[in-house]
T-cell receptor
Framework: AQTVTQSQPEMSVQEAETVTLSCTYD???????LFWYKQPPSRQMILVIR??????QNATENRFSVNFQKAAKSFSLKISDSQLGDAAMYFC???????????FGKGTKLTVNP | DTGVSQDPRHKITKRGQNVTFRCDPI?????LYWYRQTLGQGPEFLTY????????KSRLLSDRFSAERPKGSFSTLEIQRTEQGDSAMYLC????????????FGPGTRLTVL
């Protein structure tokens, strides 16, 4: 079974600084997708960024970028120029190309200090 | 497009009672998912519908749980003979197509079983 591990339960960053959230996953499959979702306090989960495993180029969405290391099964999220609105729980998620099921990690709580 | 909606947002019930939750997906989305999220954990997959067909179910979905999507639009999740361990946030999500397409999440229904 696939598993997703987020080793940092909590992280903090100063406003305007850069922070990296870690994620590793375990799978025997070669075709899959990886996601980072953000869950603000008492608000619904929204997609931050996604990566197809067959793509070598790391995905980027404005201030958010990933470092995808397929051989190491690592998928970290970098947030540049952190803003107060970035404060949230961040979940890393995996989905096999053969399934619709998202497998989530336990999450990292990000605090942004002014 | 009003997004994924869920009703009720909060439900408090006594152990042994039955509860039913409703999810309305984004109107053109043919895929609908149910997840369960307990405190301090990431969401766990429960089940998935493509149109009205229930195509994937987790082992977490015990005999006391049943989900339907009778006309391929809204879905209901029923829990019979609730137990205290059923206390959690129940999340619904929907998506339009296969592959890396985003699953859009609703605000969730928080269930408390006394």
């Amino acid at each position: 079974a696939q598993t997703v591990t987020q080793s940092q339960p909590e992280m903090s960053v100063q406003e305007a600084e850069t922070v990296t959230l870690s994620c590793t996953y375990d799978t025997s499959e070669s075709d899959y997708y990886l996601f980072w979702y953000k869950q603000p306090p008492s608000r619904q989960m929204i997609l931050v960024i996604r990566q197809e495993a067959y793509k070598q180029q790391n995905a980027t969405e404005n201030r958010f970028s990933v470092n995808f290391q397929k051989a190491a099964k690592s998928f970290s999220l970098k947030i540049s120029d952190s803003q107060l609105g970035d404060a949230a729980m961040y979940f890393c998620a995996y989905r096999s190309a053969r399934s619709e099921k998202l497998v989530f990690g336990k999450g990292t709580k990000l605090t942004v200090n002014p | 497009d009003t997004g994924v909606s869920q009703d009720p947002r909060h439900k408090i019930t006594k152990r042994g009672q039955n509860v039913t939750f409703r999810c309305d997906p984004i109107s053109e989305h043919n895929r609908l998912y149910w997840y369960r999220q307990t405190l301090g954990q990431g969401p766990e997959f429960l089940t998935y519908f493509q149109n009205e067909a229930q195509l994937e179910k987790s082992r977490l979905l015990s005999d006391r749980f049943s989900a339907e999507r009778p006309k391929g639009s809204f879905s209901t999740l029923e829990i019979q003979r609730t137990e205290q361990g059923d206390s959690a946030m129940y999340l619904c999500a929907s998506s339009l197509a296969w592959g890396p397409d985003e699953q859009f999440f609703g605000p969730g229904t928080r269930l408390t079983v006394l």
